[in-house]
């Protein structure tokens, strides 16, 4: 399974909070500009997009949107609002590809997408 | 003498609500249009709607969403800080509005009417409730400014910590050191008079100073990092942007007269003698302390860390924002003068749009600077994190000692189990007006 992370803020944090959940399962989790990101998504050089900013779905997926298409992407957490693990697992299970969230919901929503991931493989 | 300066600060002048009902109405406008929304995350909805692969209904729907929230648990409790509207209550607002108003001449003329009428409504509901809270048996208006207190000093140390994100803790702590000592420096000196030329000596301000010195210190460690050499005819990412959305730049340099008008429009608003939109919540406080240089520094940085997240969503899409930038509220706060606001304001927005495919590219060449751009974003909210924490505490604990502290750092810790949690920086101003709020009613039960 491969990862990219695009999105504006807290590339770091997310990626390692992914080499941490995903740990062998994961070929590779790759930190990269949004655009690259959302373009190796779309020549289907990844798998899987993971991106955050300050309100899950501007600069978090905004490329991804663009370049990958809409129904690919997804934001599962946004101010006041994050998605239920039911809601996250069904949205993976649905052949979303793209999840977009804010950086304070990272150890919310990372865990129950990453395992909903491998559920679904 | 606090409350005085809140007074003249939110006073309701007929050219405040002028300027507000004509930024209202036109971002609306635009939005109804398509031709400009300002959440970066609507943006790239819009083709999805202008192309048909989306209702507007849906487009609707998503708009509120992305918004709603954001408005309620940000904008607004900022702007009651302050009392200076923070842009987002505003243009997150007119975003949804626009959108609301169907796709037709009537539509795009009631948008108009209701955008003026939200941000008059806006205007004047902030004054409302800040003179309801100043009626209150227990005043906590002037608590409530104590709030800001940290992020007026600890703003300088973004640029710090936006080093050390990009290049490591050990250049972050050098910077550190440095902006320190620019703090100390500029402190000891005082005011330069010039060996008395000038008549009125020129104040140094040490958080000014050293923010400067710290940005540019950021922004040197940033351009150092050059692209890697591409391949024979490669593009970097922009260009390639730029290549495959070529028509998309074209349709906001067709619609680029109302984005003009708007630009201007926001310049005069964020000068310091109207003080009615900043850009953010740093500058927001700055400003409201009048902090008139802290507040330019800041908004600069920011601007230009929005440059490649407004541009490439702008390229991608076809729709621009109705501040650009927003570098035209670092024109309003360069001069206080209207007029000048508004051309610099109009000239800046005009340049913004034109250049829009070839600063992309030319940031190809940097990719440090837009890396630095991420972290900068990262820093200040990071920073305003702590400050807002720290302040809302202390802001609490003078309206009721003791329990203040208790009740903020309880909502901070538990808002962080909820599953529908407050933006954690917002939580400093809303735990605050709680607290001022509970205040009161103890004093009417008789335990205050």
């Given at each position: 399974m491969r990862f990219v992370i695009g999105g504006q803020i807290e590339k770091t944090k997310l990626a390692e909070t992914v080499r941490r959940l995903a740990g062998d399962k994961a070929t590779s989790v790759e930190i990269m500009g949004d655009i690259e990101a959302a373009m190796a998504l779309k020549t289907g050089q990844a798998d899987y997009y993971l991106g955050a900013c300050n309100?899950?779905?501007?600069g978090a997926l905004a490329m991804a949107i663009a370049?990958?298409?809409?129904?690919?992407c997804i934001t599962l957490g946004m101010p006041g609002k994050i998605l239920s693990d039911d809601e996250i697992s069904a949205s993976v299970q649905a052949g979303k590809t793209a999840f977009g969230f804010t950086g304070q919901d990272i150890d919310a929503v990372v865990p129950v997408v990453i395992a909903a991931i491998f559920q679904r493989s | 003498m606090e409350i005085e300066f809140f007074t003249r600060l939110i006073a309701v002048d007929s050219g405040k609500l002028i300027v507000i009902a004509m930024i209202g109405a036109i971002s609306s406008m635009m939005s109804n249009r398509c031709i400009?929304?300002?959440h970066d995350g609507l943006r790239p909805l819009i083709p999805e709607y202008i192309e048909g692969r989306m209702s507007r209904g849906v487009l609707l729907a998503s708009s509120f969403a992305l918004s709603f929230g954001l408005v309620i648990g940000f904008g607004l409790p900022f702007s009651l800080t302050a009392?200076?509207?923070?842009?987002h209550s505003l243009l997150l607002g007119t975003d949804v509005i626009g959108i609301w108003c169907p796709n037709s001449r009537k539509g795009f003329i009631a948008s108009g009417i209701v955008g003026a009428l939200y941000g008059i409504a806006l205007l004047v509901g902030l004054k409302s409730i800040v003179d309801l809270f100043a009626m209150m048996?227990?005043?906590?208006m002037s608590a409530l400014s104590k709030v800001g207190d940290p992020i007026i000093v600890c703003f300088s140390l973004f640029p710090a910590l936006v080093v050390a994100y990009q290049f490591g803790y050990r250049k972050g702590l050098f910077v550190l050191l440095a902006t320190l000592i620019g703090y100390l420096a500029t402190q000891s000196v005082g005011s330069l008079s010039f060996g008395g030329q000038l008549e009125k000596p020129v104040k140094l301000d040490p958080n000014g100073i050293a923010l400067l010195f710290a940005m540019v210190v950021m922004f040197y460690f940033a351009m150092r990092e050059k692209a890697p050499k591409l391949p024979e005819g490669a593009k970097g990412s922009n260009e390639m942007l730029v290549g495959i959305f070529s028509e998309r730049i074209k349709r906001i340099q067709k619609n680029q007269w109302l984005l003009v008008l708007s630009g201007g429009l926001t310049a005069v608003a964020a000068t310091m003698s109207m003080?009615?939109?900043?850009?953010?919540p740093v500058s927001l406080q700055l400003m409201a302390a009048g902090d008139a240089n802290g507040a330019l520094l800041v908004a600069l940085a920011r601007a230009i860390s929005f440059i490649p997240l407004v541009a490439t969503t702008a390229i991608a899409t076809g729709v621009y924002s109705?501040?650009?930038?927003?570098f035209v509220f670092v024109a309003g706060l360069a001069t206080n003068n209207y007029v000048i606001a508004f051309i610099a304001g109009c000239a800046i927005m005009f340049m913004e749009i034109k250049m829009l495919a070839g600063a992309a590219i030319w940031l190809d060449r940097y990719p440090g600077v837009k890396a630095c751009g991420d972290h900068i974003r990262t820093a200040i909210t990071k920073m305003l994190e702590v400050s807002l924490l720290v302040g809302g505490m202390m802001a609490s604990n003078a309206i009721l000692p003791g329990m203040g502290f208790m009740i903020v750092a309880g909502i901070y810790l538990l808002n962080r189990t909820s599953?529908?949690?407050?933006v954690e920086m917002a939580i400093g101003p809303i735990a605050t007006i709680a607290v001022g709020i509970l205040a009161n009613l103890l004093y009417f039960v008789g335990l205050g």
């Open positions: 309100t899950g779905g501007g370049i990958a298409g809409a129904d690919k | 400009a929304v300002f009392p200076i509207i923070l842009v048996p227990v005043n906590f003080s009615l939109l900043a850009e953010g109705p501040d650009g930038m927003k599953k529908r949690p407050l």
